[in-house]
């Protein structure tokens, strides 16, 4: 199971935000690659950006951050969610050195979109599922649909989808611990392996997931916990790896 640092870019800094709401966003640096540094030297071997601003614009508007951060570091796999809705911004991205790149709100409003996408880039293709109370939101988690999280990931079961990216809308940024058994559902529901995101507070959340890492759970993000200190990147990697050959992702 990957560690995944987070680097959540607005208005070309680095932030974090309580619930996704943008009005509650902590800055924690204004240059993103030199954040970037600072996971890689703890041993990271995955990066998960998002632009903020593109998510709700519908386009990308931190694109210069993260080619940045690609240019920088060749060599480690990085995935870019936030304003992604058609396959142009996929090709600048795959052009720009990103090695995954998420669809998350024109995948609830355009499932075939994904489809698209997944022929058009094959193995790159991550979907993005943010949920509240198990329904999916959208377009900066300003609006909340009716679909069930679940059924969305038994729809791209089938379509080529390298990975899901699952986030608890009620937990994320609130340091109140990880939503396993929404986590290990959606995983059942799709067969799709999973990345959990949300609330991941400390190494306890870390063994929690590792626990259920067979139920398809292939990685976890973390943002303001590293960054605020109350869990130890490096320390959370090295307990993934011993747990043996089959806890990598």
């Known amino acids: 199971m990957l560690i995944i640092p ?22 924690f640096s204004d240059d993103p690659v030199a ?5 890689v030297d703890a041993g990271c071997r995955r990066l998960h950006l998002v632009d903020l601003n593109g998510a709700f614009a519908g386009e990308p508007v931190n694109g210069e951050a993260v080619t940045a951060i690609a240019a920088a570091f060749p060599e480690l796999p990085i995935q870019i969610g936030g304003g992604i809705r058609n396959l142009q911004t996929i090709e600048h991205y795959v052009a720009a050195g990103v090695s995954y790149v998420i669809i998350g709100t024109q995948a609830v409003k355009e499932p075939a979109f994904v489809t698209e996408a997944c022929q058009a880039f094959p193995g790159r293709i991550i979907v993005g599922l943010d949920a509240r109370d198990g329904r999916v939101a959208t377009d900066g988690w300003a609006e909340v649909s009716a679909l069930q999280a679940t059924d969305l990931a038994r729809r791209f079961a089938s379509e080529g989808v390298s990975a899901i990216v699952y986030t608890d809308i009620a937990r994320d940024g609130m340091m109140q611990g990880v939503n396993v058994e929404a986590t290990v559902d959606l995983a059942q529901a799709g067969r799709i392996p999973v990345i959990a995101s949300g609330g991941i507070t400390n190494m306890r959340d870390i063994r929690a997931l590792a626990k259920v890492q067979a139920a398809g759970i292939s990685g976890a993000i973390t943002g303001r916990a590293i960054y605020e200190g109350t869990l130890d990147l490096a320390e959370a990697q090295s307990y993934c790896d011993g747990l043996g050959e089959g806890s990598a992702a």
Do not use: F
């Open 6 to 27: 987070a680097i959540d870019l607005k208005d070309g800094q680095c932030v974090r935000l309580r619930q996704g709401e943008m009005d509650d966003s902590t800055v």
């Open 35 to 39: 954040t970037a540094r600072r996971w």
